[in-house]
């Protein structure tokens, strides 16, 4: 369990390194103070996974590495209860110069490991690593994605009561990634307390119970994945708080934007069950609608297709499809998509949005998350596994 109180931290920054020393000896301010941290209050329960969403800059890091005792706040105070470990920056806790399994035996006494639990599970270490022989060359030969291999496969093996994961576990190849999230599942379901942060936004939504948002070093959303995770494409948005705001009904209902294009309405109709309940292999038809208020260039209109755990399955937009978006101010009109529905039976919902460029994060003018729901019951293709239907053949 992890209790945090009123926890601040800032860093000094100066503008070229000979103000340290001439700060030192006129003693007197030639740097100006960065707030990384400002009076965070939370808790992780025993068992829970808590996500931690925030653009770069917003204070993540700083958050864990206090949380690991790597660093210390100015003020607060953090409890914890159990051993804690951690997957920070890779090399945190490593002497490139000894050999990975030197590494281990030191890595693994700073996290609070005895030498017997370390001889115990040495080899269990070598193996989940999967460095071979590399395990005898020392670290600077190392790639990242081994560095990662090798600072997680310790990190897990620690028996921690709480773990805690950066964005280290990125460098790795997709085997090992898939290898450490199987993991960390398991431990999640033994009982065990997760701090996960993560850009993969999918990932925080499958794997965690509640998520933090951040921005400018303070927490500005605490709730579920779902919620965070809105909150925090919101905030990527590049929102000024001077712009024009959508109604407050707007927001309640998950909807936000700049408002120079709303999204009235949306459908979705199976070409054969002229239904929002369709088949797997069905012809859809995806229907968007839009009311311009004010003149804007030609804008991108897109939708992302989510399975009921959140999870994005597919998204594509009328910039990517190569089809130029006209629209006058004062003008409604409406978007439509033909695709086939290739997806295994479930429930699944579509976010939309009208944007400028490629993506929302560039003049997002709506969007509107989960604006409909839908249902894919039965099929026209082949019975198939998995999520998403390919026409597959067989050759000779």
Avoid at 31 to 41: M, P
Avoid at 82 to 87: F, N, Q
Avoid at 263 to 268: D, E, G, K, V, W
Wanted: proline letters at 3%; charged letters at 20%.
């Amino acid at each position: 369990m992890i209790e945090v109180n009123n926890l601040s931290k800032s860093f000094k920054l100066y503008d070229r390194p000979s103000d340290r020393l001439k700060e030192m000896i006129f003693r007197r301010s030639f740097h100006r103070s960065h707030l990384a941290l400002k009076q965070l209050s939370f808790q992780v329960r025993e068992g829970e996974t808590l996500g931690v969403l925030g653009k770069n800059g917003a204070g993540k890091s700083t958050l864990l590495k206090i949380l690991t005792g790597v660093m210390l706040p100015d003020s607060g105070e953090v409890k914890t209860s159990g051993r804690l470990t951690g997957l920070l920056e890779l090399g945190t806790g490593f002497d490139r110069n000894l050999t990975g399994l030197q590494n281990i035996v030191g890595n693994a006494l700073l996290l609070g490991m005895t030498m017997e639990e370390i001889e115990a599970r040495k080899q269990e270490i070598i193996e989940f690593s999967e460095l071979g022989r590399y395990i005898a060359e020392p670290i600077r030969t190392y790639s990242s994605g081994m560095v990662m291999r090798l600072a997680f496969a310790i990190a897990i093996h620690a028996d921690p009561t709480c773990f805690v994961v950066d964005e280290a576990l990125s460098v790795g190849d997709g085997h090992f990634q898939q290898k450490c999230m199987k993991r960390i599942r398991e431990f999640r379901e033994a009982g065990g307390s997760i701090v996960f942060v993560s850009h993969d936004l999918n990932a925080v939504k499958m794997i965690c119970d509640r998520a933090l948002v951040l921005d400018g070093g303070r927490i500005v959303c605490d709730g579920d994945p779902e919620a965070a995770v809105n909150h925090y494409n919101k905030i990527m948005a590049d929102m000024d708080a001077d712009e024009y705001r959508l109604s407050h009904e707007a927001m309640l209902n998950r909807s936000y934007g700049s408002g120079e294009i709303t999204i009235q309405s949306a459908t979705l109709l199976g070409r054969a069950s002229e239904s929002s309940t369709v088949s797997s292999g069905e012809i859809c038809t995806l229907r968007v609608q839009l009311h311009c208020k004010k003149q804007v260039p030609p804008p991108t209109v897109g939708f992302m297709i989510r399975d009921r755990f959140g999870q994005d399955i597919f998204g594509t937009n009328t910039l990517h499809l190569k089809a130029a978006m006209n629209i006058d101010e004062g003008e409604t009109k409406s978007v439509g998509f033909l695709l086939p529905m290739n997806l295994a039976p479930g429930k699944y919902t579509i976010t939309f949005a009208v944007h400028s460029d490629e993506h929302h994060m560039h003049d997002c003018y709506h969007w509107c998350d989960n604006l409909i729901g839908f249902e894919v019951a039965g099929s026209h293709v082949p019975l198939f596994s998995g999520v998403v239907f390919l026409d597959t053949q067989i050759v000779g």
